[in-house]
């Protein structure tokens, strides 16, 4: 039993460039989350799934995109990097409601 | 933004010290949570609380749902080098969790 994974762990990104952020989960769980965590600013929620088929925008959703075809899989996107993008992201999910939910281990991402 | 205060930001202490830290919000949550994050980890959840001036213990831990709905509380008790790391709160609003900025702890041995 895996939990949650996340992948890549880390990577490193040129201005502009695209890439995808994977989540993975092993628990059937019908909540996924993406945060982002900045030194000081805790995490913020950037996109968030209640179920496949479906997401919603967090906090901080601009330059994110998100889909969730699969109910284990949870993926975010990144069009065009920005520096300021540069982060480590989270990936949670939750079975029922939000209160209880479990991390994955991150990635980071530097954007140069 | 951030709508969650936390409190105070880092620590410093000595082993065997009790230790307290809070989070302060100008709206109401129906759920409070306590995380806990290693260098390098995802947060795991410690505590969670459900109901105004609930008082819950996980081991060295005590955590506390204000009654005002509005702040919650966290105590470890007897502190040992493991408990490093960032503590993060969490409301919950609707689907979603609303985090602190997380009080970073460090313990002198």
């Known amino acids: 039993n895996a939990g949650v994974t996340q992948t890549p762990k880390f990577r490193v990104l040129k201005t502009g460039q695209s890439m995808t952020l994977l989540c993975a989960q092993d628990m059937n769980h019908e909540y996924m989350y993406w945060y982002r965590q900045d030194p000081g600013m805790g995490l913020r929620l950037i996109h968030y799934?209640?179920?496949?088929?479906?997401?919603a925008k967090g906090e901080v959703p601009d330059g994110y995109n998100v889909s969730r075809l699969k109910k284990q899989n949870f993926l975010l996107g990144l069009e065009s990097a920005a520096p300021s993008q540069t982060s480590v992201y989270f990936c949670?999910?939750?079975?029922?409601?939000?209160?209880?939910?479990?991390f994955g281990p991150g990635t980071r991402l530097l954007v140069l | 933004g951030q709508q969650l205060n936390q409190s105070p930001q880092s620590m410093f202490i000595q082993e065997g010290e009790d230790v307290s830290m809070n989070c302060t919000s100008s709206?109401?949550?129906?759920?409070w949570l306590w995380y806990k994050q290693d260098p390098g980890e995802g947060p795991v959840l410690l505590i969670a609380l459900y109901k105004a001036g609930e008082l819950t213990s996980n081991g060295r831990l005590t955590a506390q749902f204000g009654i005002t709905r509005k702040d919650s509380f966290l105590n470890i008790s007897a502190s040992i080098p493991s408990d490093v790391g960032i503590y993060f709160c969490a409301g919950q609003r609707r689907n979603k969790l609303v985090f602190g900025a997380g009080t970073i702890l460090r313990v002198k041995s």
């Open positions: 799934s209640v179920g496949e088929g479906t997401t």
């Open positions: 949670a999910s939750a079975q029922s409601a939000p209160t209880t939910q479990y």
């Open positions: 709206s109401i949550f129906n759920t």
